[in-house]
């Protein structure tokens, strides 16, 4: 990998003092899920709170204005400090910070009340007063509250009321939202993969849910955070989730308490979601902030669809946030005897993933050892707002019996503590790391020499069996005949066929990672235009292009596969198309020699036919009384006469050239006595 230099001024670089600083927001609206969101009135609720960026005025501001926002930040600026280098002024910091958040006391303790309401209590009540409102009438307003209160009210036995509103809601999001996603079919692929039937009677765990504190210096076990149980069924995490994941506080708590009091910021997310189920992805939907919605409508939607990206996004306008993806699709070869299928449904209603027996030809070691090839895909993305708050979603296909479960991750909490499962269990409570960019390459690094060596053992079985193929052959295949070269044929077109989807996935990652060395790679080598100071950065990139490059040698050593499959192997697809001509001239000759029977058989009746026809005619036709004498006779003559005309069809010509020679002897046997007549006369 090339390595830039200090004097080189790359395309892109990291903002590190707009990151590392923390940043402004409004916890309520961080609080409120996306869907609740996009269900208000379109204006504001007159709290005056919004999004607070901090970024620089505008030119156009006034002066004053400007010189209050700069004094602010570096009053933040001191008050982190002083936190930092002492813990017992922390509380006043935080106070400090409180009064600057703080709104008027009415506004607040209406707030503490919806909080503690949930998304679906506030929503009937909401659309039937929002009705009842248009109509104008507070009789119909009534009546359509009690409707409304029947209309959710679910079975426990029955589905989820609304679950087919909340995926296409928080899809199509605003208005105009939908045409501003890169696919066009991404609101149905979504929509429709959730809106599937949910699964009934699934108790067991479906997600780990990992919330830590990274503030400051508390200790480790101060930094640890809810859940207690990180192993979670459906209904653990969506009430997990459901939880205001930033307390607004007030200028009478200490730092102390809100550190380890349960309602406290949740700043570090990790959420793991192995082998994504509609059930699953409906609760982390419905209970998604608002700048989370673009990024999980195209990480869901890249993870369904099996594409690969790598990349960095940071929008050039509103609320600052950073989000980077990573997208991996590969196959898993195992050996097994069984074949797993996977039991999700895409929106097409057809197996998520892929999963078929590796082709092999009957006494060969293929066919002895069973082998399953297995689509999979690894999504991760990392999202934040500064290094502090930042949340991680992965995504892992386990339906094959991979260990990377939420089972094997419990046990292994149980010997060595809680692990990072988005790490693969290489980083647990011991060695966290907190800063955003370095987690997401470990993270890459780790997942990517997992997704190396799945290759590097397909590339390794692909040649085994073309080699034996084309130099040491099964020994119970009759090559000769036409169930051996058929065998073969099938084979092959079977294999070529399998490494044009292996080349096409394996290049998409290849090419990902190429478009994102040209374009986003800059992100992590350099902060404010500088060299990082980062090992950690360094050391993973390294890694990770190094895996690339064996990935590169692997998907030229498939498409060589491919070409000699095509073109150089004796038993390759021409040999194929050489023994389909052969077999062809085969039926040929066959038909032809069954003509020939058939032929030989009408012939052969043709003078019983002509005898009959001539006997069944009507009396006084023929010139003699018929009987079976004349009616034998009249056979021989007729069937004579067929063997002449046959034998006159097939040798024609020899026949006229002896009638010639007979001719001719006999006018030159006449032409002799003139002769000598004439002679004698003179």
Not at 13 to 24: A, I, N
Not at 195 to 204: L, R, W, Y
Not at 443 to 450: D, L, N, P
Not at 533 to 554: C, M, Q, R
Request: hydrophobic letters at 35%; a negative charge.
């Amino acid at each position: 990998m090339t390595t830039a230099t200090s004097d080189e001024v790359p395309r892109r670089s990291w903002p590190l003092k707009f990151f590392e600083r923390r940043q402004y927001f409004d916890r309520k609206a961080e609080n409120q899920p996306y869907i609740e969101w996009l269900r208000e009135p379109p204006f504001n609720d007159g709290s005056g709170e919004e999004w607070k960026e901090n970024e620089e005025d505008d030119d156009d501001e006034d002066e004053d204005d400007q010189d209050e926002d700069d004094q602010d930040e570096d009053d933040q600026d001191e008050d982190d400090d002083e936190e930092d280098d002492d813990e017992e002024d922390g509380g006043a910091s935080i106070e400090q910070h409180a009064e600057k958040n703080m709104i008027d006391g009415q506004q607040e303790k209406s707030d503490t009340e919806a909080e503690d309401r949930t998304y679906l209590d506030w929503l009937p009540e909401y659309l039937d007063s929002f009705d009842s409102f248009n109509n104008g009438d507070e009789k119909d307003g009534k009546q359509l509250e009690e409707s409304g209160a029947r209309r959710w009210e679910c079975d426990e036995n029955e589905e989820p009321c609304g679950r087919r509103g909340i995926a296409r809601v928080f899809m199509e999001g605003m208005t105009g939202d939908e045409a501003q996603l890169p696919y066009r079919d991404q609101v149905d692929v979504v929509a429709g993969f959730v809106e599937q039937a949910v699964e009934k009677g699934c108790e067991k765990p479906v997600a780990l849910l990992d919330d830590r504190k990274s503030g400051g210096r508390l200790p480790l076990k101060q930094k640890d955070f809810r859940p207690r149980s990180w192993s979670l069924t459906t209904k653990e995490l969506q009430a997990e989730l459901s939880k205001p994941r930033f307390k607004i506080t007030s200028a009478q708590e200490n730092s102390a308490q809100s550190a380890q009091d349960e309602a406290c910021d949740a700043e570090r997310r990790i959420l793991f979601l192995p082998d994504l189920i509609p059930s699953t992805m409906e609760v982390v939907l419905a209970t998604a902030p608002r700048n989370h919605a673009l990024t999980l409508k195209n990480f869901f939607y890249k993870y369904l669809t099996s594409k690969a990206a790598i990349g960095v996004t940071i929008p050039s306008h509103g609320f600052k946030v950073f989000t980077f993806d990573l997208h991996i699709p590969f196959y898993v070869l195992t050996e097994s005897k069984e074949l797993f299928q996977d039991y999700r449904k895409g929106s097409d209603h057809k197996p998520l993933r892929r999963s078929s027996r590796l082709p092999s030809l009957s006494g060969s070691n293929g066919s002895l050892r069973p082998l399953c090839l297995y689509e999979s895909q690894v999504s991760v993305t990392v999202t934040g707002i500064d290094h502090r708050v930042w949340t991680a979603y992965g995504s892992f296909d386990t339906y094959y019996g991979s260990s990377d479960s939420v089972q094997a991750y419990r046990a292994t909490n149980a010997l060595t503590g809680r692990p990072d499962p988005l790490a693969a269990g290489q980083l647990t409570a011991h060695n966290l790391i907190w800063d955003p960019r370095e987690y997401y390459f470990k993270v890459f690094e780790i997942r990517i020499q997992q997704v190396g060596r799945e290759w590097r053992a397909i590339l390794d079985q692909m040649e085994e069996d073309v080699d034996q193929n084309n130099q040491n052959l099964p020994l119970n295949i009759d090559y000769s005949t036409t169930r051996g070269v058929r065998e073969i044929g099938a084979w092959n077109g079977e294999m070529v066929t399998l490494l044009r989807r292996l080349i096409g996935k394996l290049g998409d990652t290849v090419e990902a990672w190429d478009r994102f060395q040209k374009k986003d790679v800059a992100y992590f080598l350099f902060d404010d235009d500088l060299l990082t100071t980062s090992s950690l950065l360094e050391s993973s990139i390294n890694e990770v292009d190094n895996v690339f490059l064996d990935l590169k040698d692997i998907l030229r050593k498939l498409r060589k596969l491919e070409k000699g499959l095509c073109q150089d192997s004796p038993q390759g697809l021409n040999a194929v198309y050489d023994h389909g001509n052969h077999e062809a001239q085969i039926f040929q000759q066959k038909s032809a020699h069954h003509i020939q029977i058939l032929t030989f058989i009408t012939i052969a009746y043709l003078p019983l036919t002509l005898a009959a026809n001539m006997f069944s005619t009507t009396p006084g036709v023929l010139p003699f009384t018929p009987n079976f004498t004349r009616f034998i006779l009249c056979f021989l003559i007729l069937a004579v006469l067929v063997l002449m005309s046959i034998a006159a069809s097939f040798r024609w010509r020899s026949w006229a050239q002896r009638i010639l020679r007979y001719l001719c002897c006999i006018r030159r046997k006449a032409d002799v006595p003139k002769d000598l007549e004439q002679g004698l006369g003179s």
